[in-house]
């Protein structure tokens, strides 16, 4: 049974900010100077009265769908206090407080009501692959489901520093409907890795690991569907440091020129949906012709690094 995936619609922290002004400001670690030479023009900040609830409402809204045609709401959250609908807990001593779930009321307020919710918040940057691959697995498995909403939101929260792993954070949110339904994009395969003994990994740790972890990611899910990485079309990646994915484009024997990364400048790492609105911003562009191959990948912390392999069905109009 083909399951599909929509063209992912996203939204971005409001207050758009130059990485050099927030280095000045002491909101990276690195320079700004680094950091521009690393590919980083721009990212994207939240207000101080926009939550990742906000931003995943301003995601779905731009997706059509009917409410209920849904079956299914997965909601993926980066850090695990965006999935709490509240910021702040107004009651300590009674634990409901902190099961004020943003999944529930994002239900009610799109008006799912036959959806069940399920929420994800272990997989870090990973987690838009993930709600992706449940949902799939879910409609693979349980013949009477069609359709899933699926939406990654994450925003940091108020006087954390915007860089990880030397790369720029932006606060965003994608949100994308998994569905039987024909679509923009047939669901391939996915793969998923998890090394627990680097939860408390440090940024050095982190990209010392990241790219055989990433080669070994790819390269498992190729053996798997009977190909290779140089067979794929095209790779679309999380918006990393430039210099990352010179390296793993030798690594993985690939051209260079069939890595898409459209967003790095202009967006920076949006947890974990800048692999979707890189996924986006190519399809827009006229990147893909039908029956093309595109990889997903990303990695997190945790540590997870996952892949989804996709086939174009529906070119940009």
């Known amino acids: 049974m ?10 971005l922290g409001s207050e758009e900010r130059p990485v050099v002004e927030s280095a000045a400001a002491g909101r990276l670690m690195t320079s700004g100077e680094d950091l521009e030479r690393a590919g980083f023009s721009v990212h994207h900040v939240a207000s101080a009265t926009q939550s990742a609830y906000d931003l995943a409402i301003e995601a779905v809204s731009q997706l059509h769908f009917h409410p209920e045609t849904v079956d299914l709401l997965i909601h993926a959250v980066s850090i695990p206090e965006n999935a709490r609908h509240a910021m702040e807990p107004t ?90 339904a024909e679509d923009a994009f047939r669901i391939r395969a996915f793969h998923h890795i998890t090394n627990g003994a680097l939860v408390k990994a440090d940024d050095d740790e982190t990209v010392g690991t990241y790219f055989s972890q990433t080669v070994r990611c790819i390269e498992e899910l190729c053996a798997r569907e009977g190909c290779t990485p140089a ?40 947890i974990s949906a800048d692999c979707l609105i890189n996924l ?14 595109v990889l997903l ?14 086939e174009v069905v529906r070119e940009a109009s």
């Open 2 to 11: 083909s399951i599909y995936l929509s063209l992912p619609s996203i939204a």
């Open 91 to 180: 009651n300590r001593i009674d634990v409901k407080t902190y099961m004020d779930y943003a999944g529930s009321h994002l239900q009610t307020a799109l008006g799912l009501r036959k959806a069940a919710l399920l929420g994800l918040t272990e997989q870090a940057c990973t987690g838009a692959l993930g709600m992706i691959r449940i949902a799939h697995g879910l409609l693979q498995a349980e013949e009477h489901l069609e359709s899933a909403l699926c939406i990654a939101a994450d925003r940091f929260p108020d006087g954390t520093t915007y860089e990880q792993g030397y790369n720029v954070i932006s606060d965003g949110a994608a949100a994308c409907l998994v569905h039987k």
């Open 231 to 270: 067979s794929i079309d095209w790779i679309i990646p999380q918006n990393t440091n430039s210099s990352a994915w010179i390296i793993l484009a030798r690594l993985l024997g690939i051209s260079q020129d069939r890595i898409l990364q459209p967003t790095t400048a202009s967006t920076g790492h949006a």
């Open 280 to 293: 986006r911003h190519a399809h827009e562009q006229g990147c893909f012709k039908a029956g093309d191959t």
């Open 297 to 310: 990948t990303m990695a997190g912390y945790g540590a997870n690094w996952q892949a989804l392999l996709l």
